[in-house]
């Protein structure tokens, strides 16, 4: 059976000023894929997901990133979170006067989603009611931010690092949640890790590399790990496997 595409980047080049920090992209996800995005610090895996979000300061300079067909450079983010994209952030912003529990029902266009349950099971509850990652640790933060995907339903979910900062036991509650909502809705995600801990509990054969701006190999990420521990990402760079523009 062919597999819906959901999100297609193209030879995309992004600069932020004069600073090109896309240079070259190509990159499909179709329903249901699970791709793991791994990259050395400053490589642009962060830049990457801004660009696709749509955040002003990342100029499209080359090439397209298109949703279901059509091209998104032109649209805002809202429009594109409409779309059916969502992002859980590296670093996600302080909200004062924004309580969690306002974002959360904002983000949710099911009026069944069930925020209490949710939220428990996220240990979340009593996050609820305080400005928006004001004074949360940084499991609590990220816990906050998979609150709002899953709220959000998006059908392909950006993951920036989502396990960083997060204790063992944390891990695999996230790791679960975010399993259980890729499977059972049949979700794509693109999900930046540099540990790899999150495949205990998500696991896929669809791994990356973004080496000098540009994606350089594709196979198993456990593999791809297991060869960055051995061998560093210089190695990465002379990895041909995924074609390149
Ligand atoms: N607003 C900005 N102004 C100038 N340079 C920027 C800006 N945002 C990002 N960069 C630069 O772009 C490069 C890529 O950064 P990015 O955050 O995308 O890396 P990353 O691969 O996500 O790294 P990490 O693994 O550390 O999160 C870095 O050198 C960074 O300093
Ligand atoms: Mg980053």
Redesign the pocket.
């Known amino acids: 059976m062919v597999k819906e595409t959901l999100l297609e980047i193209k030879n995309l080049h992004v600069a ?2 004069n ?1 090109e ?1 896309v240079k070259g992209v190509n990159l499909t996800l179709h329903k249901s894929d699970i791709m793991v995005l791994l ?10 997901i ?1 660009s696709i979000m749509g955040f002003p ?1 990342f100029k499209v300079t080359q090439g397209d990133i298109l949703f279901k067909g059509k091209s998104i450079v032109d649209m805002p983010i809202d429009q594109r979170a409409r779309l059916g994209i969502g992002v859980l952030f ?1 670093r996600p912003p302080t909200v004062r006067g924004v309580k969690l529990r306002q974002l959360v029902n904002i983000c949710s266009k099911d009026k069944n989603f069930d925020l209490d349950k949710n939220a428990q099971e996220l240990a979340m509850t009593n996050f609820l009611d305080r400005d928006l990652n004001l004074g949360f640790s940084g499991g609590e933060t990220k816990r906050s931010e998979l609150l709002q995907v899953i709220a959000q339903d998006p059908e392909i979910v950006l993951l ?2 989502p396990e960083s900062g997060v204790d063992l036991e944390n891990i695999a509650i996230m790791g679960n949640i975010i399993n259980d909502f890729l499977k059972s809705k049949g979700r794509a995600a693109l999900i ?1 890790t ?1 540990t790899g801990y999150i495949l205990d509990y998500v696991d896929t054969d669809l791994g990356c590399v ?1 080496a000098e701006n540009m994606l350089h190999c594709t196979q198993n990420p456990r593999k791809i790990i297991n060869d960055i521990r051995k061998y560093g990402y210089e190695k990465c760079l002379t990895c041909q496997k995924l074609n390149k523009s």
């Open positions: 932020i000023g600073r920090v990259g050395q610090n400053g490589s642009g895996k962060t830049s990457l801004m300061s590296q920036d690092e930046i540099h973004l």
